[in-house]
């Protein structure tokens, strides 16, 4: 009775969060904008189905304790798949609000915009390291 209800709850949990952030996505246009770039326009729909998806996977992981296997090559790939996932949101948003251009002005940065891009992408590499591999990181 309980596991039922934690899977209904967590599906609809899921539905709701990838919802939430499938909208705030579509808003900013990432994925029709992605699909532009990369030349792949054909899979605007297989994109959005993988971003529902793990919209309900990541929920679901807070209520269901999921034992992977420990393969060293399927973690290398689900770190890298998340890791572009939030680099490609991230840069999204700083090219949609034009952050870099804003920040480099009030800072009066005249060089080291590739440091300063630099400098963010390895703080999220760290930041997703310590969780994954330090054990009781994250702790809810």
């Known amino acids: 009775m309980k596991e039922g209800f934690l899977i209904i709850f967590s599906v609809a949990s899921g539905l709701l969060v990838s919802a939430g952030i499938f909208a705030f996505i579509g808003a900013i246009g990432i994925i029709p904008r992605m699909a532009w770039r990369t030349g792949t326009r054909q899979y605007v729909r297989f994109y959005e189905d993988v971003i529902v998806v793990g919209g309900i996977w990541g929920t679901s992981t807070m209520f269901v304790n999921y034992r992977l296997p420990a393969w060293v090559w399927?973690?290398?790939?689900?770190?890298?798949?998340?890791?572009?996932f939030v680099g490609i949101l991230a840069m999204a948003?700083?090219?949609?609000?034009?952050?870099?251009?804003?920040?480099?002005?009030?800072?009066?940065?005249?060089?080291g915009l590739q440091w300063i891009i630099l400098a963010f992408a390895l703080g999220k590499v760290v930041g997703s390291l310590l969780y994954y591999l330090v054990d009781g990181f994250y702790v809810l």
């Open 93 to 111: 948003l700083t090219e949609v609000l034009n952050v870099m251009p804003i920040l480099m002005r009030r800072a009066r940065l005249t060089k």
């Open 74 to 84: 399927l973690m290398v790939v689900v770190v890298l798949l998340e890791g572009f």
